[in-house]
């Protein structure tokens, strides 16, 4: 769904989602709806976590000369699709304030460590998936900024967001009085919907690539991603400097 405005507590949103939808909640597909669920489609929706982490691990490799490893953090981890296949390359923490969805990853008794407190730094890998895009932007650039802090020098940077969307999916501007008093209807749109819906919201890509400059990532590698007419990028880039 299309943003309608910064009102929205998202986080709730992900609370509730994690405790009647975990999978769907983190891939959109008719397989991982909860009332679809059979152990097989549990283990394609983790293995499609390996492939994505196998394809983001070639590209650092191409890009820097060398894979991830040591100490990593996977912010907005859900039910650990990503997180357990991180592990495979680093020692990985998931992140996640859905308890829903981290009850999921842990009962699995996978790789990976699992917390509902933003750890401490340093690492030398942060990775963020199909997450800031469900984060109002004014909130989430202060979470990014947060994020490049815990990176350690010479550490590795996969980080997702949405910049742009099909203009079949643009919201229709306000005239006369509505434009007005657009910031009170869209608040109020927001608090009438009940919790669990997905927003999407789009980011200034300028403003994202200042705050990595100013951390010293200034080589990165974008790559272009597309979610049902919301485009964006994967932003792949290491810090300067050297891990200890």
Not at 12 to 20: F, H, N, Q, V
Not at 96 to 124: C, H, N, T, W
Not at 160 to 165: C, N, P, V
Request: contains cysteine; glycine residues 12%; proline residues 5%.
């Amino acid at each position: 769904m299309a943003a309608r405005g910064a009102e929205r507590d998202t986080d709730a949103d992900w609370r509730e989602l994690g405790e009647t939808q975990p999978y769907w909640g983190v891939l959109t597909h008719p397989d991982f709806r909860t009332e679809n669920l059979t152990p097989a489609n549990i283990e394609a929706f983790y293995e499609s976590g390996a492939q994505y982490i196998g394809e983001i691990v070639g590209q650092f490799e191409r890009l820097t000369g060398t894979r991830p490893s040591g100490k990593a953090l996977d912010f907005g981890c859900g039910t650990g699709r990503l997180t357990e296949a991180m592990s495979a390359y680093a020692s990985t923490i998931g992140y996640d304030i859905s308890p829903g969805m981290l009850e999921k990853a842990r009962r699995r008794q996978g790789k990976g460590v699992y917390v509902d407190a933003l750890p401490d730094g340093p690492f030398d890998w942060i990775n963020t998936f199909i997450v800031l895009q469900h984060i109002p932007p004014a909130r989430g650039m202060a979470l990014i900024e947060d994020l490049l802090a815990r990176l350690a020098p010479g550490g590795l940077l996969s980080l997702q967001l949405t910049i742009w969307r099909d203009a079949a999916l643009e919201p229709v501007a306000p005239r006369g009085w509505r434009k007005l008093a657009a910031p009170l209807l869209n608040r109020l749109r927001g608090a009438r919907l009940q919790r669990g819906v997905i927003f999407m919201y789009d980011y200034d890509l300028s403003a994202v690539v200042r705050l990595l400059n100013r951390v010293g990532i200034e080589e990165a590698t974008l790559i272009s991603t597309d979610h049902g007419g919301h485009h964006g990028v994967i932003i792949l880039g290491r810090r300067a400097g050297t891990t200890s």
